[in-house]
């Protein structure tokens, strides 16, 4: 999988090894390799104002991997982010 943010392309394996690069490269996250539900939550709120408040909550029962999918998936609805190319 391929992710485009801000410039640059982003690839992995999964949506969670695609959401743990972005976590690394977020320079203003600081508290990388944390549950991965944490960081969604923390970039989910700085988006804002770019997505409607009702498409930020996540669900408490979902794993990472459908939780750090719909992440990208909703960036890229939303024109924050592009999903370039998908698994």
Same mark, same amino acid.
């Given at each position: 999988?391929?992710?485009r943010l801000r410039g640059k392309d982003?690839?992995?394996r999964s949506a969670i090894e695609v959401v743990r690069?972005?976590?690394r490269?977020?320079?203003?996250?600081?508290?990388c390799g944390g549950p991965i539900c944490q960081y969604l939550l923390w970039s989910l709120n700085r988006l804002n104002g770019s997505v409607p408040p009702r498409d930020l909550h996540q669900s408490d029962r979902l794993e990472d =991997? !459908?939780?750090a999918l719909g992440y990208l998936l909703l960036?890229?609805?939303y024109g924050v982010g592009k999903i370039? =190319? !998908?698994?």
């Amino acid at each position: 999988m391929i992710f485009r943010l801000r410039g640059k392309d982003v690839s992995g394996r999964s949506a969670i090894e695609v959401v743990r690069a972005l976590e690394r490269d977020d320079g203003e996250y600081h508290y990388c390799g944390g549950p991965i539900c944490q960081y969604l939550l923390w970039s989910l709120n700085r988006l804002n104002g770019s997505v409607p408040p009702r498409d930020l909550h996540q669900s408490d029962r979902l794993e990472d =991997e !459908p939780l750090a999918l719909g992440y990208l998936l909703l960036l890229d609805e939303y024109g924050v982010g592009k999903i370039v =190319e !998908p698994n």
